[in-house]
């Protein structure tokens, strides 16, 4: 009876201390904004309180602003400065589409830094794949 006991408490310690090794994403399910939802808004401009930036190798999506690749800290600095003086009410999508989202580079540092710097509207437009697939291919409204 010992036996099985101990056994019990040591997969339970070891299954905890998995559990808790797993890094969470900084986003919730909530802020992942579907690319069909933005290329909609894009669409029936209804993009006025809303701000788009790119922050991986290129601004693709029309309206969006691009930032740079956010694992390089000159640009994080760059959205720093460039977030700097707006309202902390106001929607900011990202995006990124270099990658599928398990293996982004540039995703979770630019999320991180739009949570650390007040934003209450942070969203993360939801590219599974990369942006030519769930994107360009889709015939989604692009930059000029």
Known sequence: MRFRLYHLLTLLLLSGNIACGQSKEPWTQEQLLPTATLAERI???????????????????KGSVDIGPAQEKESISKLKAYLKDVKKDKEVVIYCGCCPFSRCPNIRPAFRTLTEMGFKNARLLDIPQNIRVDWISKKYPLAD
């Open 43 to 61: 669409n029936n401009n209804q993009t006025d309180n809303l701000l788009i930036l790119n922050i991986g190798p290129d601004a693709v999506i």
